[in-house]
């Protein structure tokens, strides 16, 4: 079920007042049913997965709990690490690895036919194994007290909002809400309303636009050259953003309308001045499951500065692979990983902070960046990257010519490019905005006039586009 379809605006007003009406003792129950329903939409069958990894999860913090040796807590989180790690890798990496290795060994002439299976990724399994990960490894480190109520733990790894595409949420901050008692919160409500509309917004307005164009290139990135490259790629960045933000956005709000608060996941990432900023503001969810469960415990920054840049970079790499099962992921993550090595090398931290016109140069030159490493993240091998980025000014001699035949290999008309170029600085001026205050609360406290038309201009803006726009899943599904 997704988020941008008829099925979810008829359930969602369902469980809304499902949920407000049954008294708090039969909640969890059903935000565990509805969770469930949510999922199984998808693939009923593989709700065994989730309910398999839950059940590991659940039952290794048990038994973490009440064990107080510390080399068979070793062995039961190894164990649980290992068996929900291995559900990840049967689905997701299975044929990668198969393949890589078969390709690894024809460099020796060794001949031989990869085994790979028929599988289709199941929706969301690398956000929901990360959650049951975490909170094992919280116990373990008593962090957190392992859970005894099956159903309630089960609500929480299961949690419909963000099941499929996160945030990827921690125990101590989503557990306590699913099991505490909430009363009806009239602006808690509106205002999850409001941020799901721009999510809407971003989803259906600007990335559904972006994804017609960035398609046209990007399945066939060999049949383009020159402008074409660059106006796919930048409208990719913009894309996957606004894809991304958009479904956590969504998320949040959904959360919200049931008294639940959700973490922020991005705070305009486009406006970060380093690479190590800009991780402080993208999928900050994961960046920071990274953080505390592969970086620290590889050493973090602890140690000398060499081995603090390799521990920087294998996170990156690893965070690569967690994207999906290509090398062109992993050097996505990789580029990332150098990319602050260099900047801890080369910038003093005295100089990690600027203002004015250097602002907005470091600004401009992180989100070339971002570009140039999107390219890896945007071609389906290494080969049609290389060729993205050979062939990117190919024709610039002739900059009107360049620019022209750019446009028309993807199809965009100028009044379409004047529709896209407002939607486009409506998003670059609410983040700028939002980095120094809520642009939702200030809007809120308009007039009603104000706040109104603002309200019902995007409303009848995305309601005009939905007959346009197809029904499409969100970028993140496939991770």
């Avoid at 299976?117 to 480190?141: E, R």
């Avoid at 009363?183 to 941020?195: C, E, V, W």
């Avoid at 005295?350 to 140069?361: A, C, F, V």
């Amino acid at each position: 079920m997704l988020f941008n379809s008829f099925a979810f605006a008829i359930f969602l007003p369902i469980v809304f007042i499902l949920y407000w009406a049954l008294p708090h003792r039969f909640r969890w129950v059903l935000l565990l049913l509805s969770s469930y329903y949510f999922y199984m939409s998808w693939n009923a069958k593989y709700v065994f997965l989730i309910l398999f990894t839950t059940l590991i999860s659940y039952l290794a913090a048990l038994l973490l709990e009440r064990e107080n040796d510390k080399g068979k807590k070793k062995w039961i989180l190894a164990g649980a690490l290992i068996v929900c790690l291995g559900v990840l890798f049967f689905f997701k990496y299975f044929n990668f690895v198969s393949e890589s290795l078969t390709a690894f060994l024809g460099l020796f002439a060794i001949r031989l036919d990869p085994l790979t299976l028929n599988l289709l990724l199941p929706v969301g399994i690398s956000f929901y194994t990360f959650q049951t990960l975490s909170y094992v490894i919280d116990v373990y480190k008593k962090e957190v007290p392992a859970e005894h109520h099956f159903g309630k733990y089960a609500a929480f790894i299961s949690f419909f909002p963000q099941l499929v595409a996160g945030p990827i949420e921690r125990t101590n901050n989503l557990l306590p809400q699913i099991k505490a008692e909430h009363k009806f919160d009239y602006d808690q409500a509106t205002y999850g309303l409001k941020i799901m509309a721009w999510g809407y917004f971003k989803k259906i307005i600007i990335a559904d636009t972006l994804s017609k164009y960035v398609s046209v290139v990007y399945e066939h990135p060999t049949w383009h050259q020159g402008f074409s490259l660059v106006l796919a790629t930048v409208f990719f960045a913009v894309q996957i953003y606004c894809d991304f933000s958009g479904y956590s956005d969504i998320a949040v709000g959904t959360a919200k309308l049931l008294g639940i608060d959700l973490m922020t996941n991005f705070k305009s990432p486009y406006f970060s001045q380093s690479v190590k900023e800009f991780w402080n503001r993208w999928h900050i969810s994961l960046s920071t499951w990274f953080r505390d469960y592969v970086y620290i415990p590889l050493g973090g920054s602890r140690v000398g500065k060499i081995r603090h840049n390799i521990n920087l970079i294998v996170t990156f790499l690893v965070s690569g692979l967690w994207h999906g099962a290509n090398w062109t992921y992993v050097a996505w993550g990789g580029l990332h990983g150098v990319a602050q090595a260099l900047e801890n090398a080369m910038i003093p931290k005295k100089y990690q902070k600027s203002t004015g016109i250097l602002w907005w140069i470091r600004v401009l030159l992180v989100f070339v960046f971002c570009l140039f490493a999107l390219i890896f993240f945007a071609s389906d091998s290494i080969g049609d990257a290389i060729y993205v980025m050979r062939h990117l000014f190919t024709g610039i001699a002739s900059p009107v010519e360049y620019i022209q035949s750019g446009f028309n290999a993807v199809g965009l008309e100028i009044v379409d490019f004047g529709f896209l170029m407002l939607s486009i600085m409506i998003l670059t001026v609410y983040d700028y905005v939002s980095l120094k205050t809520d642009v939702i609360s200030v809007i809120s406290r308009q007039k009603n006039i104000v706040r109104w038309s603002i309200y019902v201009g995007f409303v009848v803006w995305i309601i005009m586009n939905l007959p346009a726009a197809k029904l499409s899943e969100f970028i993140y599904f496939q991770f």
